[in-house]
């Protein structure tokens, strides 16, 4: 418990600032977070039997972040007309090396898992550069990590006190303490949690209450549906944590799980909806 603390302590400020703050500590912090959630997946892959390509792939991904930052700071143009390209490389090369590796066996798999780390990480995390380039984009992207500790939280506690109570069955099979009263729970003190947040960062901003609770709601469904898809590969890999560079928090994906999943949610949304 104290280590819990003491990390907290650390990381929560921290974060803050290189949100808020941060320029190459911004892309330093994206790249940690990337290139160490995919040595995690990977990891677990490898601990559980099978085949991936481990170095390429978290060295792909820091590829990825450092152009995804050059994009956004304007070096960069029509980065979405490189995504075919991209992909393009990414399979050629695969194949090239398991060739030169004169391996036949669980080819397809070493791709395959190789190319699925991928897809899951940094295609969806990356998605923070985008939301950062918006107006406020930084206290937005403070706000969801925000919202995802609220939500968490709430569907802790209240599912705790109220679980299973009300709806017999469990949320799902994949992770069976979370149950649908901490998920009203969590969708609920989300809202309120942005409603106060708005008051505080965004009182200027032109942003109607239902989009508020449109977002607080992704936020808390998309967030959960990230949490049970780590929890999916973990039960699949027969593993507890994804790593231990948190301590007692367990690994960087194990803490990043549902962020990795409501930043592109938020940011179509911003497109489809706001901007």
Known sequence: MKNRILIALIFIPLLVFIYLKGELLFLLFTNVIVGVSLYEFYGMMKASGREVALEYGVTIGMGL????????????????????????????SLLIMRVLQKKIEGSTAYIGNTFLGLLYIPLLYLHIYGIRGLENGGYWILTLQILLWVSDSAAYFVGIKFGRKFFKEGLSVISPKKSYEGLIGSMIFTILGLFLIKLVWFKHMNISYLHMIAIALIVSLIGTVGDLAESMFKREFGIKDSGVALGEHGGIL??????????????????????
């Open 65 to 92: 972040s450092v152009s995804m930052y050059l994009a956004e700071k304007g070096f960069l143009h029509n980065v979405e007309g490189y995504v075919v390209p991209i992909c393009v490389f990414i399979s050629m």
């Open 254 to 275: 194990d803490r990043f799980d549902s962020m990795i999943f409501v930043l592109p949610a938020v940011f179509y949304y911003f497109k489809l909806f706001i901007k």
